[in-house]
């Protein structure tokens, strides 16, 4: 069974610009969760989306957002992007919400210059 | 709220030496417990888990064991190898807040010397 990919694998942008990343979770898997991580603040739980709505959030400003499709394939998009939002972006899956085991894909390195 | 916390690295070791990192929680309830570890440049992949007190998570000879007393989910090899080499996370979900929301450690950088 194929993992959880990410696209793209490497992003770069500059500030002001809007970015959008793709996740498409493992087969069968309904629930898609995002976590940003970074040195400073490491790991952190960013949204999860199952059947198409958001379910939980995390501490981020609006400009993070994100959204479900009905096969289960989410986005998360940033607009005005700034210094400090250039990190490894991680989506992770499982089967349904609140299902504690989650199964990450590789991320996507975002780069804001 | 939850917390995870874990010992800082890095941690430096020869290879066949006995590993343990160590990691304690807070959580208001009795959350499930992950281990993750994190290869250059890939993503994070789970470990082990234990979900209820005294239960022992294991893989690729790694042990955890949910010690509920003393809110601690240490984890140990009895040898390591090279391959080893990686920054293993410590994490927990539920126990108080939502299933989804995996709340994760500082991570703990291992290096393994030849």
């Known amino acids: 069974k194929a993992g959880v990919t990410q696209t793209p694998r490497y992003l770069i942008k500059t500030r002001g610009q809007q970015v959008t990343l793709s996740c498409s979770p493992i087969?069968?898997?309904?629930?898609v969760s995002w976590y940003q991580q970074t040195p400073g603040q490491g790991l952190q739980f960013l949204f999860e989306?199952?059947?198409?709505?958001?379910?939980n959030k995390g501490n981020f400003p609006g400009r993070f957002s994100g959204r479900q499709f009905s096969n289960s394939r989410s986005e998360m998009n940033v607009s005005t992007l700034e210094l400090g939002d250039s990190a490894l972006y991680l989506c992770?899956?499982?089967?349904?919400?609140?299902?504690?085991?989650?199964?990450f894909g590789p991320g996507t390195r975002l780069l804001v210059l | 709220g939850n917390s995870v916390t874990q010992m800082e690295g890095p941690v430096t070791l020869s290879e066949e030496a006995f590993l343990t990192i160590n990691c304690t929680y807070t959580?208001?309830?009795?959350?499930?417990l992950f281990w993750y570890v994190q290869y250059p440049g890939e993503g994070l992949q789970l470990l082990l888990k234990?979900?209820?007190?005294?239960d022992k998570g294991s893989n690729k000879g790694f042990e955890a064991t949910y010690r509920k007393e003393t809110t601690s989910f240490h984890l140990e090899k009895g040898s390591v190898q090279v391959s080893d080499s990686a920054v293993y996370f410590c994490?927990?979900?539920?126990?108080?807040?939502?299933?989804?929301?995996?709340?994760f450690g500082s991570g703990t950088r291992l290096s393994i010397r030849p």
């Open positions: 234990a979900t209820k007190a005294d």
């Open positions: 994490a927990l979900s539920g126990g108080g807040s939502s299933a989804s929301k995996i709340i």
């Open positions: 992770a899956s499982s089967l349904a919400s609140g299902m504690e085991t989650q199964y």
């Open positions: 989306y199952f059947s198409e709505t958001q379910r």
């Open positions: 087969s069968g898997h309904r629930s």
């Open positions: 959580a208001t309830g009795y959350p499930s």
